[in-house]
């Protein structure tokens, strides 16, 4: 599995942007996937969960209400909607594929991809 995370950049606060993580071969549709970033100097931390078939979405509470995390499986691509953007949103974001149904912690995920860079200027 080959993931390849894209869509960063630089966006003033309030703004938004939209990630997107697009997944090589023909099994996307089973698998579920998540969304984690990493700041400078701090550890990998949980964003967003998505299931499958897309029914099923979990958020951390720092973004929740904020972010939004959906897939197309015809395209083999989920995407992160990040909009009302904060400061502390500014890190590295990964898209990754779950090991189980569930995980919040990064152990819980075996394929990651590259890494796109989100900065938010106050």
């Known amino acids: 599995v080959q993931l390849q995370a894209s869509g960063g950049g630089l966006v003033q606060t309030g703004g938004s942007l939209r990630l997107s993580c697009v997944a090589s071969?023909?099994?996307?549709?089973?698998?579920?996937m998540g969304w984690f970033r990493q700041a400078p100097e701090k550890v990998r931390e949980f964003v967003a969960f998505?299931?499958?078939?897309?029914?099923?979405?979990y958020y951390a509470d720092s973004v929740k209400g904020r972010f939004t995390i959906s897939r197309d499986n015809a395209k083999n691509t989920m995407t992160l909607q990040m909009n009302s953007m904060k400061p502390e949103d500014t890190a590295v974001y990964y898209c990754a594929r779950a090991m189980r149904a569930f995980g919040v912690s990064e152990y819980e995920y075996d394929y990651w991809g590259q890494g796109t860079q989100v900065t938010v200027s106050s």
């Open positions: 071969g023909r099994t996307f549709s089973t698998y579920n």
């Open positions: 998505i299931s499958r078939s897309g029914a099923s979405t």
